[in-house]
């Protein structure tokens, strides 16, 4: 079924795009190329990553128009508080790699991600410039959605596991929970006449991937919904609803998944305290964490944090086609070995060839420091601002706003997401709405 997901979704998306002519085709692909392309299918015997390649090629256009406008608008482009807060996070980037060793490829990769979504974020604040255009990225952010949710509904009645956990193409059902939950928003605060049927949809939708952060991001939308509507019944109904479901949710987790984080965020604080300024570096965590490791935590040795991390990343980490390597102890562990391991060298790249803090604001300040910490609360002050504004605008769009926000922020206390051009997009939505008013 996975297979066939991007060609129907395509065949929909061209007659969607016929019937909804305000943006421009670029504009509506870019959003459905993050729903649809993002990804390699390598798992379902497409050896060639032809949909990962067509995700790039589009990122690779939308910059090249993004620097035309800019060559043509300088001067008013520059005066504008959007580009000037991600010309910000940029120099709070480069300020990063001052006084540290580099990995030149993950230097490279992420500098190059980083430029790839202020491309495209720019390009969607440029684009995006009247509430016609927005209603209709809002009606196809939803319809994506449903068809994914479906989908994933789907995948789960047919699974062989009650327990199982539903992805379809995604190599990591938590980031395609996190895909739902725009939509999701839009549905609810959008309620037409079936939207109520959307909902419902695509929260089980979100529920069949088994992301526990997802649904804790998802409660809060129920809850700002239910402030918006002034119904603080719902509420309490939303929190034992809520509950119930959590208490299936938890059924997959496994026992050393808490102490695990425990010591990645321990890890992640070490590494702070060490470089307290301006950090270790954009995108430098990955290849920087195994020199923190070595050391006693809590009540752990280094031996027991290192086998704790390998059975933890071995049930979490993905293949090296999609770019989570398991790493070498969690291969052994995998086979039975892995106590043969507790004297390799902690160092060994092959052993920690890729980790995450799991945890935006711990990747924030142990990459970026207290300069990019600043920056990014900074940035968070100016959205507040924008969301002041907005309530005056349009009560609906700032509830909206509010939702999705909140949402994106409370995936992220759990997850990496700030790789994620949705993530960026969502954080600037209030200055898209305000500036078409402004502009009206």
């Known amino acids: 079924m996975s297979e066939i997901i991007p060609l129907i979704s395509f065949i929909w998306f061209l007659y969607f795009f016929k019937n909804n002519r305000c943006n421009s085709f670029l504009t509506s692909l870019i959003f459905f190329s993050f729903f649809i392309f993002a990804t390699n299918y390598s798992h379902f015997g497409l050896d060639i990553p032809i949909f990962r390649y067509l995700h790039r090629l589009i990122g690779v256009f939308t910059c090249i128009f993004v620097v035309i406008f800019v060559l043509r608008n300088k001067n008013s482009f520059l005066k504008d508080q959007v580009p000037l807060l991600i010309i910000l996070l940029f120099f709070s980037i480069l300020l990063s790699y001052i006084g540290n060793d580099l990995d030149v490829k993950n230097y490279l990769h992420y500098l190059r991600n980083y430029i790839f979504i202020s491309g495209i974020v720019l390009y969607l604040y440029l684009n995006i410039d009247n509430n016609d255009k927005l209603e209709e990225v809002f009606k196809l952010i939803a319809s994506i959605t449903l068809i994914l949710s479906v989908c994933l509904i789907i995948e789960k009645l047919f699974s062989n596991s009650f327990f199982s ?208 910490f600043l920056a990014s609360l900074f940035l968070f002050y100016r959205v507040y601002k924008q969301l002041k504004q907005l309530i005056f605008h349009n009560r609906e769009y700032f509830f909206i706003s509010t939702a999705m926000i909140i949402s994106s922020i409370t995936f992220s206390c759990f997850h990496n997401n700030m790789s994620s051009f949705m993530f960026w997009f969502v954080i600037f939505f209030p200055f898209i709405i305000n500036r078409n008013y402004y502009n009206s």
């Not at 539903?166 to 725009?182: C, E, K, M």
């Open 165 to 372: 956990k539903a992805s379809l193409f995604y190599p990591n059902s938590n980031y395609l929970a996190y895909a739902l939950l725009p939509g999701f928003a839009i549905c609810f605060f959008s309620l037409g006449k079936y939207n109520w049927l959307k909902v419902v949809l695509i929260f089980f939708g979100i529920l069949s991937t088994g992301s526990i952060s997802s649904l804790i991001a998802a409660q809060s939308i129920f809850i700002i919904f239910s402030i918006y509507k002034k119904n603080y019944y719902l509420i309490f109904s939303v929190i034992i609803v809520f509950l119930i479901f959590s208490s299936y949710i938890l059924h997959y987790k496994i026992n050393f998944g808490s102490d695990a984080r425990a010591i990645i965020y321990q890890i992640s604080f070490n590494i702070f305290k060490k470089n307290p300024i301006n950090g270790i570096g954009y995108g430098q965590f990955v290849t920087k964490f195994p020199l923190y490791v070595n050391q006693k935590i809590y009540n752990n040795s280094p031996s027991e944090v290192l086998d704790l991390l390998s059975k933890y990343y071995y049930q979490y980490g993905y293949s090296a086609s999609v770019g989570f390597i398991k790493f070498e102890v969690a291969d052994k562990y995998a086979e039975g070995h892995h106590t043969t391991l507790k004297n390799a060298n902690p160092y060994s790249s092959t052993r920690f060839p890729e980790k995450m803090t799991h945890n935006d604001l711990l990747t924030v300040i142990t990459e970026l420091g207290l300069i990019g």
